[in-house]
């Protein structure tokens, strides 16, 4: 199993329609988690931090299953703004060192008007 | 002024050159990184520095070399660029490892 799978879509939908998308993870160890924003050739860019069972930021809401090990994000009334691919993000918990994290291949949203 | 910057934007190359991508920080992070970026992949550790005498080898070192000048600057060398090294670069810092903050990349093609 590798160490995050994300289904890597590409999820095509309409403007105001809700949408989830699935991470899974290997380390049971892991105790905090992040999901990036990358739109087409640009930097990743920090869009929510998950540290506990979940978070809420408007439109956006991530949800960590640590029994299941899998973290979903989700968006409600989706905007053209929002097509982008969306990275999960997992910290590599080693013996020594929690400063690694392991990036998902990714998961691409397109918005349709 | 953007806090994390990368020269070259993009650059083309030959087989076998000598190759340094830069990369400079602004945010006063001790940590930096290296990755690299193919379509369809996610993201690839090539190297990370936690300080300047402070580095270490990533999942994909082989062919890549790194100096870490300062806190600010950290440079990723290819010291004989081959064509399967064509891909998308990324620098990143952080102030503790999790939340990283991007460059805005530099594309290499090797011919």
């Known amino acids: 199993r590798k160490e995050v799978e994300q289904d890597p879509g590409p999820f095509n939908v309409p403007e105001g329609a809700t949408v989830a998308f699935n991470c899974t993870y290997s380390n049971s160890a892991s105790q905090s988690f992040f999901w990036y924003r990358q739109d087409c050739r640009k930097e990743p860019k920090l869009l929510m931090s998950?540290?506990?069972s979940g978070n809420e930021d408007g439109r956006f809401t991530a949800q960590l299953n640590r029994a299941s090990q899998y973290i979903s994000l989700l968006i409600r009334d989706s905007k053209l703004s929002d097509s982008a691919t969306y990275l999960c993000?997992?910290?590599?918990?080693?013996?020594?060192?929690?400063?690694?994290?392991?990036f998902g291949p990714g998961t691409s949203l397109s918005v349709i008007p | 002024d953007a806090d994390v910057t990368q020269t070259p934007r993009n650059r083309i190359t030959k087989t076998g050159k000598r190759i340094m991508l830069e990369c400079s920080q602004t945010k006063g992070h001790d940590r930096m990184y290296w990755y690299r970026q193919d379509p369809g992949l996610g993201l690839q550790l090539i190297y990370y520095s936690f300080d300047v005498k402070d580095i270490n080898k990533g999942e994909i070192s082989d062919g890549y070399s790194v100096s870490r000048q300062a806190q600010a600057k950290f440079s990723l060398s290819l010291e004989s660029a081959i064509p399967n090294q064509t891909a998308l670069y990324f620098c990143?810092?952080?102030?503790?490892?999790?939340?990283?903050?991007f460059g805005p990349g530099t594309r290499l093609t090797v011919t």
């Open positions: 990143a810092t952080s102030a503790d490892g999790y939340e990283q903050y």
């Open positions: 998950v540290y506990s």
């Open positions: 993000v997992v910290p590599e918990v080693e013996k020594t060192s929690y400063d690694k994290v392991i």
